[in-house]
């Protein structure tokens, strides 16, 4: 009797070690920790459409992080002399978090270069007194990255709603005129060649008198498609070979992400800062914890950093 009918066939991406033709999974190790992210919570004011971490005005999965949880971290670095020179800061919307100047002071004061991502609308305005005095004190120790999904307005609403452009192009000039030194993160979502994407944006930016080079790869950064789709290709051990990919460029090589579940009193450390809620990638509460190996067991490594050619590292 025939009994392979009635097996269910193997997932893809369900087993850390092995992919469905038996061949051993890639793994990452972490090389130092060069960056350390900081989930500042997911609330935003936003809804995109296709936001990897599902931010929006209701989701609170992640908890605002608190300036004493932030420190917390940065005195294990000191403590532990690890190689952390970068410190990046997500969400939802940064900006939206009750102690996100206090954070961000505490973060310079201590000597590292600070990456905030913002969509540059409302909630980051309304901090612009505590951004002009950090600005003041660090200046280019602190870089805002802005999302800005495309040049053509009407796509950049497309995934960010009606309504969402001007208000981001207003932050965006502010930042500009007060000489912070901005990023701006975009997307290759529409299929257009990269030339005629950074043609675009430096039209854009000339239009609007914006202080961002868009033939600098470091300060506009154009994002592949994070996607879940169970048909991609597991990473398997011989991709590196394969791909001409270098596993020490990983992002995971070189960062971790804390988060604070919600209702949980104490963060957690993930291996990455795409993957928030997978429990396969909580490393534990520490970063000494969190220093060990990850295995690339999921769709995100393969479609954004394998594949895709993705990083979320801070810019120098």
């Known amino acids: 009797m025939d009994h392979s009918s009635s097996e269910a066939r193997p997932v893809k991406f369900s087993n850390p070690l092995v992919t469905v033709e038996g061949c051993p999974s890639a793994s990452v190790k972490l090389k130092c920790l060069k960056t350390l992210w900081f989930n500042t919570g997911t609330l935003c004011n936003l809804a995109c459409n296709h936001c990897y971490i599902e931010s929006s005005p209701t989701n609170d999965r992640l908890d605002f992080i608190t300036l004493r949880q932030v420190e917390h971290f940065l005195d294990e670095i000191q403590r532990e002399h690890l190689a ?82 001007q ?24 299929g ?9 944006y430096a039209v854009l930016f000339k239009r609007h008198n914006i202080a961002v080079d868009a033939y600098d790869k470091k300060r506009l950064v154009l994002f592949p498609e994070i ?60 970063l000494v914890e969190a220093a060990g190996t990850v295995q690339l067991n999921h769709p995100y490594c393969a479609s954004f950093c394998v594949l895709g050619g993705g990083s979320c590292v801070v810019t120098e």
């Open 84 to 165: 952390t020179e970068e410190i990046g800061l997500t969400g939802g919307e940064p900006f939206l978090n009750p102690d996100i100047i206090a954070i961000m002071a505490a973060i310079l004061r201590r000597g590292f270069r600070l990456l905030v991502l913002t969509n540059a609308m409302r909630p980051m305005l309304k901090r612009r007194s505590g951004l002009l005095a950090l600005q003041k004190r660090y200046g280019n120790q602190l870089t805002i990255r802005v999302s800005i999904d495309h040049y053509r307005h009407e796509l950049h609403e497309q995934e960010r709603g009606k309504k969402s452009w």
């Open 227 to 286: 996607t879940a789709d169970p048909n991609l290709p597991e990473i398997t051990e011989d991709c590196w070979q394969t791909l001409n990919v270098d596993p020490d460029a990983m992002m995971c090589a070189s960062s971790r992400m804390v988060v604070v579940p919600k209702g949980e009193q104490r963060p957690t450390v993930m291996a990455c800062t795409l993957l928030a809620y997978d429990q396969q990638f909580n490393l534990g509460h520490s």
């Open 167 to 190: 208000p981001m192009l207003d932050g965006l000039a502010w930042l500009s005129e007060q000489g912070f030194t901005i990023d701006v993160a975009g997307r290759t979502a529409w």
């Open 192 to 200: 257009d060649e990269e030339r005629a994407l950074r043609d675009g």
